[in-house]
């Protein structure tokens, strides 16, 4: 008798193409590259998870509303330090939503053996990139 209690929930898959990255690591370039470092490393972490469209979508939202609410604050205030912040602030929350939608995945792919891949070169690119990205957009749209 065959019976479904002893069979397995996780069955060993072939592994897909590049190993994940931690999405609690994507917090640091998320603090200091703003929500679009964040939800760029969302989407290339999603398709390494292999997550579905749907979810994807829902970072990439979040990364543009997340960069829609800093030119919002740009657009309003006049400090620098407001803008940096509110960088931050949105970063993190973009980060969130990653770290929500990617953490059971992530889960699954460490039982199944995988090791993480390490977010150093790719944190440290994004950070840069997608943040003066962001400085010289806001530059141009508020300023």
């Not at 994940?20 to 998320?30: D, Q």
């Not at 995988?114 to 690119?125: T, V």
């Given at each position: 008798?065959?019976?479904?209690?002893?069979?397995?929930?996780?069955?060993?898959?072939?592994?897909?193409?590049?190993?994940?990255?931690?999405?609690?690591?994507?917090?640091?370039?998320?603090?200091f590259?703003?929500?679009?470092?964040?939800?760029?490393?969302?989407?290339?972490?999603?398709?390494?998870?292999?997550?579905?469209?749907?979810?994807?979508?829902?970072?990439?939202?979040?990364?543009?509303a997340?960069?829609?609410?800093?030119?919002?604050v740009?657009?309003?205030?006049?400090?620098?330090?407001t803008?940096?912040?509110?960088?931050?602030?949105?970063?993190?929350?973009?980060?969130?939503?990653v770290?929500?939608?990617?953490?059971?995945?992530?889960?699954?792919?460490?039982?199944?053996?995988?090791?993480?891949?390490?977010?150093?070169?790719p944190?440290?690119?994004?950070?840069i990139?997608?943040?003066?990205?962001?400085?010289?957009?806001?530059?141009?749209?508020?300023?």
């Amino acid at each position: 008798m065959q019976d479904d209690l002893f069979r397995p929930t996780i069955r060993d898959q072939p592994a897909p193409g590049k190993p994940p990255w931690r999405p609690e690591s994507i917090v640091y370039p998320a603090f200091f590259g703003g929500p679009l470092a964040a939800a760029t490393l969302g989407l290339l972490n999603g398709h390494r998870l292999a997550l579905p469209t749907g979810q994807l979508l829902a970072i990439a939202g979040a990364g543009l509303a997340g960069f829609a609410a800093r030119v919002t604050v740009g657009a309003f205030t006049d400090g620098n330090s407001t803008v940096r912040l509110a960088g931050t602030v949105c970063g993190l929350l973009v980060w969130l939503v990653v770290l929500a939608l990617q953490r059971r995945p992530f889960r699954v792919a460490t039982l199944r053996g995988r090791e993480p891949a390490r977010l150093i070169g790719p944190g440290f690119a994004a950070a840069i990139v997608c943040g003066l990205l962001e400085a010289l957009l806001l530059a141009v749209l508020v300023r």
